[in-house]
T-cell receptor, first 114, second 115 residues
Framework: DAGVIQSPRHEVTEMGQEVTLRCKPI?????LFWYRQTMMRGLELLIY????????DSGMPEDRFSAKMPNASFSTLKIQPSEPRDSAVYFC????????????FGPGTRLLVL | AQKVTQAQTEISVVEKEDVTLDCVYE???????LFWYKQPPSGELVFLIR??????QNEISGRYSWNFQKSTSSFNFTITASQVVDSAVYFC????????????FGPGTRLSVLP
């Protein structure tokens, strides 16, 4: 069975550009999470969905960030406009049923904003 | 508020040594879950173990073992006879409550196993 799939794996963009990160969770998993990892702040939970509905977006840093999950097999995290401080590795994870179930992570998207 | 502390920022050992990574957590909930993840140099996050608050039995999986002690709010991870491939950043994480609305990672411990 395929794990969590993320694309692109690497993204380099210029400040002010729109960035869209994509995630396909493990089939059958009801929960999807977006995390950001930086050296300064470690792993931070940005937002999570249950059955495609956003449950907690309190970790989203500001209005420039938005996330959607139009169906059970696809989610996007968008940054518009991007800034250099958004440079980080963005992980998507999914879990079965509840949030305390094991989360399985995708390979991450390494974003560099110049 | 919940919090996960991994006091050891970096550890270096020589191959075949045993090493213990510490994890101390804080929570007011009686139901919670603890996790360990490994992040090798390639960057992915690999699940290692999940333990619920009602199960204090220690766990052993090959060279890996975990010691969960509610009395000291600790969930320590020991690697026996370490190998170079164990070099990675190890994260402890906590999810609390029946619905686990919060999932918090510790800052991680970077383990370097030298040949």
């Amino acid at each position: 069975d395929a794990g969590v799939i993320q694309s692109p794996r690497h993204e380099v963009t210029e400040m002010g550009q729109e960035v869209t990160l994509r995630c396909k969770p493990i089939s059958g998993h009801d929960y999807l999470f977006w995390y950001r990892q930086t050296m300064m702040r470690g792993l931070e939970l940005l937002i999570y969905f249950n059955n495609n509905v956003p449950i907690d977006d309190s970790g989203m840093p500001e209005d420039r960030f938005s996330a959607k999950m139009p169906n059970a097999s696809f989610s996007t995290l968008k940054i518009q406009p991007s800034e250099p401080r958004d440079s980080a590795v963005y992980f998507c994870a999914s879990s079965l049923r509840r949030t305390q179930e094991t989360q399985y992570f995708g390979p991450g998207t390494r974003l560099l904003v110049l | 508020a919940q919090k996960v502390t991994q006091a050891q920022t970096e550890i270096s050992v020589v191959e075949k040594e045993d090493v213990t990574l510490d994890c101390v957590y804080e929570t007011r909930d009686t139901t919670y879950y603890l996790f360990w993840y490994k992040q090798p140099p390639s960057g992915e996050l690999v699940f290692l173990i999940r333990r619920n608050s009602f199960d204090e039995q220690n766990e052993i999986s090959g060279r890996y073992s975990w010691n969960f002690q509610k009395s000291t709010s600790s969930f320590n991870f020991t690697i026996t006879a370490s190998q170079v491939v164990d070099s990675a950043v190890y994260f402890c994480a906590l999810s609390e409550g029946n619905y686990g609305q919060n999932f918090v990672f510790g800052p991680g411990t970077r383990l370097s196993v030298l040949p």
